[in-house]
C-alpha cells in the first residue's frame, strides 16, 4: 500500500468562505489582510462569471495574464477558503469558487459531463464505502468517474472513448453558485 502523498495534489483543508458576490470576496480578502492586485482581482471576475471550473490555462488565454501569476492568485486564493480545484477526467486541475457551499461531481468518461452535487446527495454512497472499508470519502477533490446516463443509453458497453480537451472550460449540471438546482447543459464547451 502507499502512503507517501508526495505524488498527489492535495486540497488544502481551509475552512470555507462563503462568498456569493465578487464584492463579498474582495471585502473578504481585504479583511484578511490581502491585497487585491490587478491580477487577483481578474481572477476573482473571471471565476465569478464562470459556469463552473476552469483551468488555470484556460484564465491565462482569457485574461492575457501570465500562468504563473495565475496559478499563484488561484493557489492563495485556495488557501483561504475561496476557491477548490478539482480534477475532472484527464487534465489539468480545474478551479471554482466554494461560495454557495462544497460541491463534489460526477464525471463522464466518455462525454465529459459534469454533474456537480450537494455533499449530502452523495451521502448513501459515502456510508457505504465507511461501512464496507473504513474510509470516510469526499469527491470534492476527485469525482466519481464512470458513464452519464445518454453516453449509458448511446453506448450500452460502458466503453469508454473521448475526454474533454486539456484546458476546455465545463459547464457544470446540477447547483449553481448560489446553491440551488441548475438547468445548465453538462457537456464541455471548446473554448475558442
Not at 465578487?22 to 490587478?38: M, N
Not at 492575457?64 to 488561484?74: G, K, T
Not at 456510508?127 to 452519464?148: K, L, M, Q, S, W
Amino acid at each position: 500500500m502507499r502512503q507517501n502523498s508526495d505524488a498527489m495534489t492535495l486540497a488544502p483543508d481551509a475552512p470555507l468562505l462563503d462568498c456569493i458576490t465578487l464584492a463579498d470576496a474582495v471585502a473578504a480578502l481585504r479583511e484578511r489582510g490581502l491585497r487585491l492586485s490587478t491580477p487577483r482581482r481578474l481572477v476573482l471576475e473571471a471565476l465569478f462569471a464562470a459556469d463552473g471550473p476552469v483551468s488555470a490555462e484556460h484564465l491565462t488565454r482569457l485574461l492575457r495574464l501570465d500562468l504563473a501569476s495565475v496559478y499563484r492568485n488561484l493557489e492563495t486564493l485556495e488557501r483561504h477558503g475561496l476557491v477548490r480545484h478539482v480534477h475532472l477526467g484527464h487534465g489539468p486541475g480545474l478551479y471554482a469558487l466554494r461560495g454557495g457551499g462544497e460541491r463534489e461531481y460526477l464525471y463522464c468518461e466518455r462525454c465529459g459531463a459534469v454533474r456537480a452535487l450537494v455533499p449530502e446527495e452523495l451521502d448513501p454512497v459515502r456510508e457505504r464505502v465507511r461501512e464496507r472499508f473504513g474510509y470516510e470519502a469526499r469527491f470534492t477533490h476527485f469525482p466519481i468517474v464512470g458513464t452519464c446516463p445518454a453516453c449509458a443509453i448511446q453506448h450500452p458497453s460502458n466503453a469508454v472513448s473521448r475526454h474533454p480537451t486539456q484546458g476546455d472550460p465545463v459547464s457544470v449540471v446540477g447547483v449553481n453558485p448560489a446553491g440551488s438546482p441548475g438547468a445548465r447543459r453538462g457537456r464541455s464547451r471548446r473554448s475558442g
